[in-house]
């Protein structure tokens, strides 16, 4: 649904109604899909919790085979963990620097708005 109404006027739909309409159905159905892929990310870290304390009360000797294989599917977890956060972190960081440090019109016409002092005067933690 997502991809039928990402580009309407590919299938016909130019007038302003419909592209109203599938604007609002591909916002919907874009948050539908995040929040189902959020909903399985969770489930998976969860399984994985739960698995490793249940492996974690077993004798390793007994269940070594299973030990083995799950700490090499944590340790892939783990990076693909590590390879979708760090880029987010990373773009967030650079978000907020240009919005905050490179004199953005924009946010600079909000904190005039808003009544704040400039940035200079702020104490910066990072």
């Known amino acids: 649904l997502t991809a039928f109404t990402r ?3 590919s299938i016909g739909w130019t007038d302003d109604k419909s592209l109203e309409e599938c604007n609002t159905i591909y916002v919907i159905s874009s948050f539908a899909q995040l929040v189902i892929m959020a ?3 969770l ?3 969860w399984n994985t919790i739960v698995t490793g304390d249940r492996l974690r009360a077993q004798p390793f000797l007994s269940t070594r085979p299973a030990q083995l294989a799950f700490r090499v599917l ?3 977890q783990l990076l693909g963990l590590v390879a979708v956060a760090l ?3 990373v773009n967030l960081n650079s978000l907020i620097h240009k919005w905050f440090f490179d004199n953005n019109a924009e946010f600079m016409t909000a904190m005039q708005l808003m009544q704040l002092p ?3 005067n702020w ?3 990072w």
């Open 87 to 89: 880029p987010c972190l």
């Open 123 to 125: 104490t910066i933690l």
């Open 7 to 9: 580009f309407p006027e």
């Open 74 to 76: 944590f340790s892939i």
């Open 43 to 45: 489930l998976v870290w």
């Open 39 to 41: 909903i399985w990310v």
């Open 118 to 120: 400039p940035m200079k």
